[in-house]
């Protein structure tokens, strides 16, 4: 069964950094690329970043730039999100979900999504 | 970097055909992908590419596109299709950047 379990998440005060892990299995995870999104209470999605099957292409949301950085781990299955200098706007559900490219026609979509992990930033 | 516009707010009698909208300038060199999330559950992918369905998704729902508009319809819209329902493609901007739609809610009457 094809998996992603995302972790990680939990309340922390603003400035501070959080790390979420997402593990992935049942499906070949150097072979596509990852992504980030996550969604406020009440609000919402918001592609937040992605990143290529080497990690040789990596975008982030302009809301995000410069404090956020993904990263992934081939060997262990494993998608990353190191934020940095949270702020209380961070506080969301984060997703990891997986994208597709069909090498036929070019599309792209993300076919698999977690549960989510909840990130609260507040004092 | 791009933006996707939906109306957030859409209405269908049960049975009857609705169709809800995303606008963007990416959509003219990227087909959207269509999510439906209920509440407290994760989205899930009911259309992508020009219009196709994952394994599972009923009939009922299809996709098309035109210039940069992509349109989800739902043919005999039924009670268990409310939902909250999300556009997004890839940012024609450039890198690994994606766009999300502000989603639709939908109400089935």
């Known amino acids: 069964e094809v998996q992603l379990v995302e972790s990680g998440g939990g309340l922390v005060q603003p400035g501070r950094s959080l790390r979420l892990s997402c593990a992935a299995s049942g499906f070949t995870f150097d072979d596509y690329a990852m992504h980030w999104v996550r969604q406020a209470p009440g609000k919402g999605l918001e592609w937040v970043s992605g990143?290529?099957?080497?990690?040789?292409?990596?975008g982030y949301a302009d809301s995000v730039k410069g404090r956020f950085t993904i990263s992934r781990d081939n060997a262990k299955n494993s998608l990353y999100l190191q934020m940095n200098s949270l702020r209380a706007e961070d506080t969301a559900l984060y997703y990891c979900?997986?994208?597709?490219?069909?090498?036929?026609?070019?599309?792209?979509?993300?076919?698999?999504w977690g549960k989510g992990t909840t990130v609260t930033v507040s004092s | 970097s791009s933006e996707l516009t939906q109306d957030p707010a859409v209405s269908v009698a049960l049975g009857q055909t609705v169709r809800i909208t995303c606008q963007g300038d990416?959509?003219?060199?990227?087909?959207a992908s269509w999510y439906q999330q209920k509440p407290g559950q994760a989205p899930v992918l009911v259309i992508y590419?020009?219009?196709n369905r994952p394994s599972g998704i009923p009939d009922r729902f299809s996709g098309s596109s035109s210039g940069n508009t992509a349109s989800l319809t739902i043919t005999g819209a039924q009670a268990e299709d409310e939902a909250d329902y999300y556009c997004n493609s890839r940012d024609s901007s450039g890198n690994h950047n994606w766009v999300f739609g502000g989603g639709t809610k939908l109400t089935v009457l």
């Open positions: 990416s959509l003219r060199s990227y087909y």
């Open positions: 990143i290529s099957w080497n990690s040789g292409s990596i």
């Open positions: 979900a997986k994208e597709v490219v069909t090498t036929r026609y070019y599309y792209y979509y993300m076919d698999v």
């Open positions: 590419g020009k219009n």
